[in-house]
């Protein structure tokens, strides 16, 4: 529920470069990468604790320092009550024709991020990926999908 890893599959083990051990009870941004805009993840945690689920690319950093790419499918989990019990994220390998159009948009986030009230940058990232996704008359999600459909 507070983003902390409870489980994850031998493919992720090689690709961070965590033992299960070093990775298992750690908070997911253990991988975080520096090159992330801080409003993907507000996105992304805002669509999952209201019970939506969301695709998103993300840039992650490997215990060497090195990074990988993933398009992410995170959904809620539920019990069988209908409570929500925490979060699941399957990764796919990305469409690496997007990378480009991908990494300059979170370029121009992080430069809007980049200001001294870090709240305020957020939420002017968040103003700017909105109105980027407005211009093309689509939300986040099918702008995801429509990229790995390149
Ligand atoms: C299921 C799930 C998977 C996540 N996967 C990642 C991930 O691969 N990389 C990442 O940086 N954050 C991931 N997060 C988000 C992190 O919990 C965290 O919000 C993010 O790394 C930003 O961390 P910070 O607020 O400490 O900067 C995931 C969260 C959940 C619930």
Redesign the pocket.
């Known amino acids: 529920?507070?983003?902390r890893?409870t489980y994850g599959n031998r493919a992720f083990a090689d690709y961070a470069g965590y033992t299960e051990a070093e990775f298992l009870g750690q908070?997911?941004?253990?991988?975080?990468?520096p090159d992330?805009p801080?409003s993907v993840?507000?996105l992304?945690?805002d669509r999952?604790s209201q019970h939506h689920e969301v695709f998103a690319y993300?840039?992650?950093?490997a215990k060497d320092g090195s990074h990988y790419w993933?398009m992410?499918n995170?959904?809620p989990s539920f019990d069988v009550a209908g409570q929500l019990v925490?979060?699941?994220?399957v990764?796919r390998r990305p469409n690496a024709k997007t990378l480009p159009a991908v990494t300059a948009l979170y370029k121009k986030m992080l430069e809007i991020e980049n200001v001294p009230d870090a709240r305020e940058g957020m939420h002017l990232s968040a103003e700017f990926l909105t109105a980027q996704l407005a211009q093309n008359n689509t939300d986040y999600d099918h702008f995801i999908l429509a990229l790995e459909a390149l």
């Open positions: 529920m507070k983003g890893i908070p997911h941004s253990l991988v975080r990468h992330m801080r993840f507000k992304l945690w999952i993300v840039k992650n950093m993933v992410a995170v959904t925490g979060y699941f994220s990764r």
